[in-house]
């Protein structure tokens, strides 16, 4: 058994190192805070002494790590000269800013300077409107090694009238590129998101496996979609592209509402409780297939293709989806906590 989970686990990190995985990190703050620095005595094992003298980055360097040898960090370092700045809360806004897995604002702690708070809360402001779902954002206030480090004063300057939402988002440390302490921090996100990706892996082989369960026994094709955005979380039919899924939720419309109200009036002269329906499963069909769309969960729809137009597979795969033992109701607890 427990050389079945150690190969379950390797073949996940293999996944990540085979490209599988990427991780867009961006890391912005002030000229000088020491950005470059830190990713490269972090991922690419230099000496301080090799990047005491490194040149200000001019405008956005972008580099790929391998971290751990397992997963590949796609590192938007964002140089910190204000002529820059102003470009990337403008027309370079969108592509900074979107889809970022790992978001960290560096800052020097020898600084209290009213610029950067507001520089710190365009970084804020940006992630939150183009990468919503980040649950943290990191902060690291550089350089309290030296003798004139400010770092509280630092801290209550870029927490100062900071919404609260925002603020527990944010995770600040004081740490020192110098001394190590700002190289161990960012191991520890790496290996925050390292493990996340991992969990999150496993968690889609185990949603793929139910699909390929619902069609051993159905031979129906199933393709599940994520209901917020209407994009696709997995299906049976390899890789599949499609446009988002526009029908987000089975609503009972004018039509459904007089059906309550004669399915109430029958089991009122029948002296029966009359229970809530709702909308189980739409079937459409076509000359040659049926196609079923069912809701799963509140943040999933799945949609399901017959390979014939036969009775008995139609049959078969409406016992399925309302069984107890249905395979929905593993897919319910795969999706219970997390929307994709």
């Known amino acids: 058994m427990n050389q079945q989970r150690t190969n379950f686990t390797l073949y996940f990190y293999r ?37 005491a003298n490194l040149k200000a980055t001019k405008g956005i360097s972008r580099e790929t790590f391998i971290f751990r040898g397992l997963l590949e960090l796609n590192v938007w370092d964002a140089g910190g000269q204000e002529r820059y700045l102003e470009r990337y809360f403008s027309e370079s806004r969108t592509a900074i800013f979107s889809e970022v897995d790992i978001a960290i604002f560096m800052v020097d702690a020898i600084r209290v300077e009213h610029r950067i708070k ?12 183009y990468s919503p779902n980040l649950k943290k954002i990191y902060i690291l206030i550089n350089k309290i090694d030296l003798d004139d480090s400010k770092e509280d004063e630092v801290f209550k300057l870029l927490t100062k009238d900071l919404d609260k939402e925002i603020h527990d988002k944010c995770a600040f440390t004081p740490v020192s590129v110098k001394t190590g302490s700002a190289q161990h921090r960012l191991i520890e996100i790496l290996d925050t998101n390292l493990q996340n990706s991992i969990l999150e892996m496993q968690k889609m082989s185990r949603i793929r496996s139910v699909l390929e369960k619902i069609k051993q026994t159905s031979f129906f094709d199933v393709i599940l979609f994520n209901r917020p955005d209407g994009l696709i979380i997995s299906s049976t039919l390899g890789k599949f592209e499609s446009e988002p899924l526009k029908f987000m939720t089975l609503e009972i419309g004018s039509l459904e509402s007089n059906i309550h109200s004669i399915y109430s ?11 809530p329906i709702e909308l189980s499963i739409l079937i459409y069909e076509s000359e040659m297939n049926y196609v079923l769309v069912k809701e799963v969960s509140d943040t999933a729809i799945m949609l ?14 409406m016992d399925l989806l309302s069984s107890k033992e249905s395979p929905i109701q593993n897919l319910k607890t795969e999706l219970k906590h997390k929307s994709f």
């Open 15 to 51: 996944k990540i190192k085979d490209g599988n995985k990427k991780v867009k990190t961006l890391i912005l703050g002030p000229a000088n805070a020491g950005k470059t620095s830190l990713m490269r005595t972090t991922c690419l094992g230099y000496s301080f002494v090799k990047v």
């Open 265 to 275: 009036k029958m089991m009122t002269l029948a002296k029966k409780k009359v229970n």
């Open 118 to 129: 507001d520089v710190f809360d365009e970084f804020l402001s940006a992630i939150k409107e």
């Open 304 to 317: 399901l293709i017959s390979p014939d137009k036969d009775n008995d597979k139609l049959m078969g795969i």
